[in-house]
């Protein structure tokens, strides 16, 4: 059975900066084999993808919004997928999840105060 474990959200000031991470369990393969995802939903508003990593091509897509500020990366010791945010904006506040096919985690909220 597969599942995903999102945790490391909080609340945090404009400027800061956080580190969600994304626990993997019950996947058949190494965790580099996949496409992985990160993707927040903000109150009201649907959700949006932030980050994702290309298993084929070996490259990680950012959006625009966090480009430059957002890292995404994996220990494929520990099964686990982080993503580091920088710079954090108020905009940043939505509930953070992973994805890994079909499966997604409960997610981690993130709240940036102005």
């Known amino acids: 059975q597969v599942q995903l474990v999102e945790s490391g959200g909080g609340l945090v000031q404009a400027g800061g900066s956080l580190r969600l991470s994304c626990a993997a369990s019950?996947?058949?393969?190494?965790?580099?084999?996949?496409?992985i995802g990160w993707f927040r939903q903000a109150p009201g508003k649907v959700r949006e993808g932030v980050s994702c990593?290309?298993?084929?091509?070996?490259?990680?897509h950012y959006s625009d919004s966090v480009k430059g500020r957002f890292t995404m990366y994996r220990d494929d010791a520990k099964n686990t997928v982080y993503l580091q945010m920088n710079s954090l904006k108020p905009d940043d506040t939505a509930v953070y999840y992973c994805?890994?096919?079909?499966?997604w985690g409960e997610g981690t909220l993130v709240n940036v105060s102005s």
């Open positions: 019950g996947l058949p393969l190494d965790l580099h084999y996949y496409a």
């Open positions: 990593f290309n298993s084929a091509a070996k490259i990680t």
């Open positions: 994805n890994i096919l079909q499966y």
